[in-house]
């Protein structure tokens, strides 16, 4: 049984006015993908009126903690000494949050009490997907 592990954050949106707008955000880690982090943003909270959600890796997220880290669509640093800067790049621009340290590493500890950091292959299920592959092919 996989329990998936989500954990609320404040962001703030950096924008070019002096005042940066809070957004509530959800860090999201599923066992069964275990390589893989879920941010996601309500629809109030983007230009689209949709849910948006960014997908990229554990290993990211904890490098970008501590240095700069990050060369495709998401990328991550640290800003100061108790924030991380997340920077999401699309056609349409780049978004870029900060969000709590202390937050990211508490989710983080979690989602690695639940699938050790190098055990992620152990959580794939290959074994049993292949049984169910060639269980078909009979």
């Known amino acids: 049984m996989s329990t998936v592990i989500q954990q609320s954050v ?4 950096v924008a070019s006015a002096p005042r940066m707008e809070t957004l509530p955000a959800t860090l999201q880690y599923d066992p069964n993908d275990p390589f893989t982090v879920r941010m996601a943003f309500p629809a109030p909270a983007t230009l689209e009126g949709t849910e948006v959600a960014w997908e990229f890796s554990r290993e990211l997220l904890a490098a970008g903690m501590d240095t700069e ?3 495709g ?3 991550i640093r640290p800003f100061g000494y108790d924030r991380t800067v997340l920077e999401f790049h699309a056609v349409e621009g780049v978004a870029m949050v900060h969000v709590h340290t202390a937050e990211l590493r508490r989710f983080l500890e979690r989602s690695q009490e639940r699938v050790p950091t190098g055990d992620e292959h152990l959580f794939l299920g290959l074994d ?3 049984a169910t592959l060639l269980g078909d092919a009979r």
């Open 10 to 13: 404040q962001a703030r949106m």
């Open 69 to 71: 880290a990050g060369l």
């Open 73 to 75: 669509d998401v990328r």
């Open 128 to 130: 049993q997907k292949l």
